[in-house]
Structure formats: C-alpha cells, structure tokens
C-alpha cells in the first residue's frame, strides 16, 4: 500500500525478455510509478528499473539495489540453531504481539519479527523512499521464487521455510512513519521499532550501503518518538552507532552489548496505566 505524499517516482526500465512488458503495465498501475524505456531517455540521471522474470533490479548512482533475504536467512539460521539474534533480545517480541517497523529498509527486521510473532501475530513495516518499498515489497511477494542455490542443507531449508511463510505475514506501507503513528490508535501496537539510517556508513560492504541513495536520511524527530509512546503497549526499540548520541537525545536506555560492537539498542520501557504511559520526552 502507498501511502505517500511525493509525487509517483519516475525511472527507466530494461526487460530480460519482451514478453514481461505485462510486468511494467502492472507496476505502473499497482506502485503509479512513470516508467520510461531506457532507450528513449538521452540525458537525465534517472534510476533504472531492470526486470527479469524472477526479480526487479534497480541501478542508480554506480550503485546496485536489489531485495536479498540473506542477512535474514543467516541469522534465521542461527536463531532456530538457539543462538541469540540482539534485536530480538532488544524487542522482546512474542507470540501474538503487534510489531511496527517504522522502518523497513530491507525487511531482514521485519522477516525476523515476522517469525517470532507467528500467525497470531501482526507486523506492519513502513518505508517513506517509494523506490526501496516497491523493490522490497516485490521481493517480499516473490520470496519463494528468489531461493538462494545454495541451500544444501537441512538447518538452511528449514530456515528458509520460516522465511517465506513470515513474509507472507507482513504488511508494508510505502509512507513517512510520522505520518502513519498520526493515524493509529492508542495502544494499539505492543512493539515499534525503529532503525534510521547513520549519518555515515558503516563497513564498506554493509550490506545496507546501496540503499544510501534511494532512502531517506533524516534523523529521527522528538515529536515522533512522542506519537510512538502513545501508540505502543510494551516499548519502543532504537537501533543506533554506539557513540552517536541518538539514545540521549531520544530518550532510550542503551541496551548492554558488545562493548566492540559499534551499533547498539536502546529501548524505551512504557507501563501504561489507564491512558497514559509512564515515559515522557
Ligand atoms: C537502516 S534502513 C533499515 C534497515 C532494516 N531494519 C532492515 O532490517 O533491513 C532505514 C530505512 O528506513 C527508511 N526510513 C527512514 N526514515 C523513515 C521515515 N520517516 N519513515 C519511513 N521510513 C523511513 C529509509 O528510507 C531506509 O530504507
């Protein structure tokens, strides 16, 4: 679902074979996306769409963007193997909790999310850059059909079943979180969660570098986290650099961890009584 406020996002598009112009029609109608041929566009900078039967690959700036469920499968992996995955320690999701993801970004949360609060569940992602949201949302529909060929093993099938079935679970909207928490009702989600994205990159070959250009780089408001407090039941979860000065200024609790590890969570623990919470900014 698009929510937002920017006009449709225009690009170019190349197809793998012919027969998929059926493909650009569709996203033209589903996303209101302008797609132009690559052919016929001579000088402008403009994001191009290459499609192929399996998957939507976007290029834009040297960089190349595509939806890849491999950080999600890894640390699936290692969850049903019982080891500890931080943002699931952090959110503290259960069994038949409401999860928002205020910000989706590649879904490796919102997957993982998905998983932990199973069928009885609910999880919402949100993503404001329209382009980044039609490349995940696509991936996320046609996750089965992306397969990773390396999948030889038992604990990576099983791994990958979890995967396909949490994506299913999930419900994107393409909209500003600020805007979105402005229509929820009070206490209606247990857990939101937010992951904005760093004033500088980390690690050349993070994995989340090629979003840099497409996604939307503001730092997280005041005035959001106060909607957020009022709509969840539980917490609210911040992924942020260490020594940032993010959780300060927000208001959230650095969660211990690896004194090595540059990226931290915070949370913000609420005790609703009757209307209110118990945390103010
Ligand atoms: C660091 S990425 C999130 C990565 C994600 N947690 C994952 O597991 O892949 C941050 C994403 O949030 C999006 N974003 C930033 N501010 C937003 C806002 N106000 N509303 C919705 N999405 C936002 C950015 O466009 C970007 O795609």
């Known amino acids: 679902m698009i929510l937002t406020r920017e006009k449709p996002a225009t690009a170019a598009y190349k197809l793998s074979d012919p027969n998929l112009i059926s493909e650009i029609d569709r996203l033209t109608f589903q996303y209101g996306l302008d797609l132009i041929p690559a052919e016929t566009v001579l000088t402008e900078n403009l994001p191009l769409l290459k499609v192929t039967r399996n998957q939507i690959v976007l290029e834009h700036n040297d960089q190349t963007f595509f939806f890849h469920p491999s950080m999600a499968l890894l640390r699936m992996i290692n969850i049903l193997r019982g080891e500890g995955d931080r943002f699931l320690q952090a959110s503290g999701i259960v069994t038949g909790d409401h999860f928002l ?151 959230f609790t650095m969660l211990e961890g690896s004194k090595y590890n540059p990226i931290c969570f915070g949370t913000i623990e609420l005790q609703k009584t009757g209307g209110g919470s118990s945390c103010c900014l």
Not at 165 to 170: E, K, P
Not at 216 to 235: D, F, H
């Open 101 to 251: 993801d205020a910000t989706m970004g590649l879904a490796s949360d919102a997957l993982i999310a998905s998983w932990a609060v199973g069928e009885k569940g609910k999880v919402i992602a949100l993503e404001s850059s329209p382009l980044i949201y039609i490349l995940v949302q696509e991936g996320l529909s046609r996750i089965e059909k992306i397969c990773p060929s390396s999948i030889r093993n038992k604990d990576k099938e099983e791994a990958w079943i979890c995967l396909c079935q949490a994506s299913s679970r999930i419900q994107t909207v393409c909209c500003d979180h600020a805007l979105f928490l402005k229509e929820l009702p009070h206490s209606s989600m247990d857990v939101i969660y937010f992951d904005p994205m760093f004033r500088t990159t980390i690690g050349k070959s993070s994995s989340i570098k090629p979003l840099k250009n497409l996604s939307y780089q503001g730092a997280l408001r005041k005035e959001t986290i106060s909607q957020a407090l009022g709509v969840a039941r539980k917490r609210l979860v911040l992924k942020e650099k260490r020594n940032g000065g993010e959780f300060e200024r927000l208001g």
